[in-house]
T-cell receptor, first 111, second 114 residues
Framework: DTAVSQTPKYLVTQMGNDKSIKCEQN?????MYWYKQDSKKFLKIMFS???????INETVPNRFSPKSPDKAHLNLHINSLELGDSAVYFC??????????FGSGTRLTVV | AQSVTQLGSHVSVSEGALVLLRCNYS??????LFWYVQYPNQGLQLLLK??????LVKGINGFEAEFKKSETSFHLTKPSAHMSDAAEYFC????????????FGQGTRLTINP
């Protein structure tokens, strides 16, 4: 199936831990993104990579570090997790502004 | 800077009634506009998009939206609501060609009453 796939789907961890979320797309898109959906369902872009190059970084704390080993993968590493990091994180990819495909999300709970 | 305002965080309609979800946008250049639907514990699914072609856009599941530049609006409608339409709906804007970022509204939860 052509898709954007994220792992894990659920992640429960303690404050202070470091965790990673992985994302892969097999759509051949050049651009990948991370979006955060908070507890009030508000969606906001965090990062965007185009062909492995960072092009958008929306004032995200530097505890969050995206890594794109190739244009089909965009991982998100989070250091020193805080309670406020609890959210649903969506990966997405696009070839243009009109061709976004979202992953199914990773629900991160920090306890 | 772009922004999107969705009027009404919660809309409730009866099954078979008209669905109207309101979206107003702000953009300094001709925008691309989108409606997404999110079912509980699922990802975002594209309902429809406006990309400067026809101002009346038809999408999946019987939804449509009309781009009105003079009103800076992109309201979503469906003539007859179905129970399966219950979900969260998001309007989003992108500043056209070359601009890859989507800016979302705060979402509208649609409830369908039997």
């Amino acid at each position: 199936d052509t898709a954007v796939s994220q792992t894990p789907k659920y992640l429960v961890t303690q404050m202070g831990n470091d965790k990673s979320i992985k994302c892969e797309q097999n759509l051949g898109h050049d651009t990948m993104y991370w979006y955060k959906q908070d507890s009030k369902k508000f969606l906001k872009i965090m990062f965007s990579y185009n062909n492995k190059e960072l092009i958008i970084n929306e004032t995200v704390p530097n505890r969050f570090s995206p890594k794109s080993p190739d244009k089909a993968h965009l991982n998100l590493h989070i250091n020193s997790l805080e309670l406020g990091d609890s959210a649903v994180y969506f990966c997405a990819s696009s070839q243009s502004p009109i061709g976004y495909t979202f992953g199914s999300g990773t629900r991160l709970t920090v306890v | 800077a772009q922004s999107v305002t969705q009027l009404g965080s919660h809309v409730s309609v009866s099954e078979g009634a008209l669905v109207l979800l309101r979206c107003n946008y702000s953009s300094s250049v001709p925008p691309y506009l989108f409606w997404y639907v999110q079912y509980p514990n699922q990802g975002l699914q594209l309902l429809l998009k406006y990309t400067s072609a026809a101002t009346l856009v038809k999408g999946i599941n019987g939804f449509e939206a009309e781009f009105k530049k003079s009103e800076t609006s992109f309201h979503l409608t469906k003539p007859s609501a179905h129970m399966s339409d219950a979900a969260e709906y998001f309007c989003a804007v992108s500043e056209g060609q070359g601009a890859q970022k989507l800016v979302f509204g705060q979402g509208t939860r649609l409830t369908i009453n039997p």
